[in-house]
């Protein structure tokens, strides 16, 4: 029998919408109970101090799950493994990651999938995987979408190579919905962004940059919210699309929309698109190069407005790691992405809560109960008695400064070197085991 | 990756943003100084100084002059091209700057058909880097030899150079603006000296937004950046008009063919006719017939082989501000 005591905390678990002082007792790697300061006195003297965590001054929250995660293995592991990628996940506070398909090969079979989600691979979270809707990701051919649920896939995704054609989506989208997961879509007309390396406006205009326009993005959702609509109404099935990391005010209106018409869209959010603009680029700096790109700061605020009222679901990092001599090219050759792990609550606490107005309770939401339900975990993402114990202790008014020579990561592409963070991990619990604390 | 750094070389001349109107000045004036110097005394400038010129796109005169620039003031100068190099085998445009540099370059003059490739070569080396142009980003030298043509051919002082310089003068920018890193530098540049820069072209060629380009950037009276679609309008205000190349290919998919851009926006013998004091200004390459008569390319009006000449010139004074060195 293994316990773990925490003890002098806040517990706020939105799913339950408890928000007090509360002792959390874990045993054998679930929540087995909940009781008021001091309800576990006795216990907290003889169980070792390897086993407790003082979570005094500090919230008590569920592990946060992070829907959107590039961990380069197999074959790019150069830039990432698993192993190190899930080590810069619990520095985060993350107990959950979903590992995108775009690997070498790419995730698209039960074979492929089950070497990654292998306990080999030496996660140190609970990893998940989304592989690929198509067949290498080639936008050709639908995978076995049967297979790979049964193989463990929450989800189905071509991210970084979007769906394009209506027939290949739709056909992705009645397959999914027949299995209960959702297929999530990076929102990219590829066919109007050739050559783009940024959002297109003014600023890629002075830089002599070609620009992705908002429409780019806009017109997959608003297509993909159309075949939606065609499947209810054609199959009389409930097809569930997420969007990924969604950019502009024109795919958040759109998004708006459907989910006011019933639909069952739901969407993420990254970090770094509602905290910085295209302007974070200043002279080509390559680690503020991603896909989507950073937009506007109409459009950025448009976001902050989508996680306040509930548009947006969820925050995911899309973390996207990339070896520095990747990176350190001429603007329009380097890579898309920017880790995120590390930085996500930092950012999302002090841009979100403190700078916005967002209850601290709505931040731990949209980073770990709406994230499950979005991949339909049934055991995670909340505190109660019964539950998985992932937890995260964080102390929500620490300041302090990120570093990225301190990152866990193999890669340390990220324009917050150097940034203001709001609220740090003290402690991650993952299945009963503290896998973190600092 | 060290930490994203904007600190260049000070002898770097990468953008027309990172001059300041001094510095402008003081380049005009280093120019003078140069080109009336004694040929042999010149020769000594930069004796013994090394510069190498890489360049990853094909260049007739900025290649050329400034590597005739960099000769005539005594420097040794070596060229690297992608053609004829381990560019060729993949070497990083950084594991080439770091070569040159272990070979004894000072400073680096680059071309390159990425926008901001030169930023990346100033960070990775510490080198002065000058940009002989960059994508569709900057060509600095380029705004800066025109302006000199400018001033010297409206009888102004060429030796100087404050908000007022320009002050009253408009000059109308016509052609392929969107891809153009001529246009950028120069309506970037002059109106931070007074002039107003129209830029004029169809809308596939000169996006709204290019009239943002000085977004932020404080202004003198009556100077900035305007867009026009009509070339007769703007030429009625210009004192200058400058013509750039258009490629055929960057015509396909607009509304426009070629035979109505050149009816539209060409500077013909009838247009220039109109206007008998009006300053004729091109880049290069010329595509005679395109968007200029060939007979306006070669009138008194005419200031392009100036241009050429004064771009030797004015390389000799970035070369020497890159190095340091006094002349």
Known sequence: ?438 | MAAFSTAYHPGSLLSVEHLSIADVGQILAATAELESMDVAARAKVLERRTLALLFYESSTRTRTSFELAAKSLGATTTLVSDKSSSIEKGESLKDTGLTLRALGAEAIVLRHPASGAPELLARVTGLPVLNAGDGMHQHPTQALLDLRTILLRLGLNAATATAQTLRGITIVITGDIRHSRVARSNAMLLPRLGAKVILCGPEELLPQEAAELLAGVELPANAGVEIARDLDAALERADVAMMLRIQKERLLGTALDLGEYVKRYQLSQARLGRYPKLLVMHPGPIIRGLEIAGEVADSPQSAIEEQVAHGLAVRRAVLVRALGARA
Request: proline share 5%; net charge negative; with cysteine.
């Open chain 1, 1 to 438: 029998m293994k316990e773990l005591l925490i003890t002098g905390g806040r517990l706020i678990d939105p799913a339950s919408g408890v928000d007090a002082l509360r002792d959390v007792l874990v045993r054998d790697g679930k929540i087995a109970a909940i009781e008021k300061p001091g309800g576990f006195a006795a216990l907290a003297k003889t169980l070792p101090k390897q086993f407790q965590i003082d979570a005094t001054g500090c919230i008590v929250a569920p592990g946060f799950i992070d829907v959107h995660v590039h961990l380069r293995e197999p074959g790019q592991t150069h830039k990432e493994t698993i192993a190190t990628g899930t080590a810069a996940a619990v520095v985060g506070g993350f107990t959950t990651v979903v590992a995108m398909p775009n690997t070498t090969p790419v995730n698209d079979s039960a074979e492929s999938l089950a070497w990654m989600l292998d306990t080999a691979r030496g996660s140190a979270v609970n990893l998940l995987a989304m592989p690929a809707a198509t067949a290498g990701s080639m936008g050709e051919r639908v995978t076995d979408f049967a297979a790979l649920v049964n193989a463990g896939a929450v989800g189905f995704t071509d991210d970084g190579k979007p769906v394009l054609e209506d027939e290949i989506m739709r056909a992705a989208l009645i397959s999914a919905a027949r299995l209960g997961v959702p297929v999530s879509q990076h929102a990219e007309d590829t066919r109007l962004t050739g050559g783009c390396s940024m959002n297109a406006g003014p600023v890629a205009f002075r830089l002599g940059l070609r620009g992705m326009t908002v429409e780019a993005e806009s017109r997959i959702v608003e297509r993909d919210i159309r075949l939606l609509e065609e499947i209810e109404r054609a199959e009389g099935l409930r097809p569930h699309l997420h969007v990924q990391h969604v950019s502009t005010a024109r795919a958040l209106a759109a998004i708006k929309s459907a989910k006011a018409r019933g639909l069952h869209v739901t969407c993420e959010a990254a970090p770094h698109h509602f905290t910085l603009t295209e302007d974070a680029i200043g002279e080509y700096n390559t680690n503020a190069k991603m896909n989507p790109p950073l937009r506007a700061e109409a459009d950025r605020r448009a976001l902050v407005a989508a996680l306040l009222d509930g548009t947006v679901d969820c925050i995911a990092t899309d973390h996207a790691p990339h070896a520095s001599h990747e990176k350190e090219v001429e603007f329009e050759r380097a890579p898309n992405g920017i880790t995120g792990l590390e930085t996500a609550l930092g950012l999302a606490l002090r841009v979100l809560h403190k700078d916005s107005g967002l209850p601290v309770s709505r931040v731990i939401e949209l980073m770990s109960a709406r994230p499950a339900s979005i991949i339909g975990l049934k055991d995670r993402g909340a505190i109660i008695v019964g539950a998985m114990a992932d937890v995260t202790v964080f102390d929500a008014g620490a300041e302090w400064q990120f570093r990225a020579r301190d990152s866990r990561s193999m890669s340390k592409n990220t324009p917050f070197d150097g940034a203001a963070m709001l609220g740090q991990v003290k402690a991650t619990v993952c299945a009963g085991r503290i896998v973190y604390r600092r």
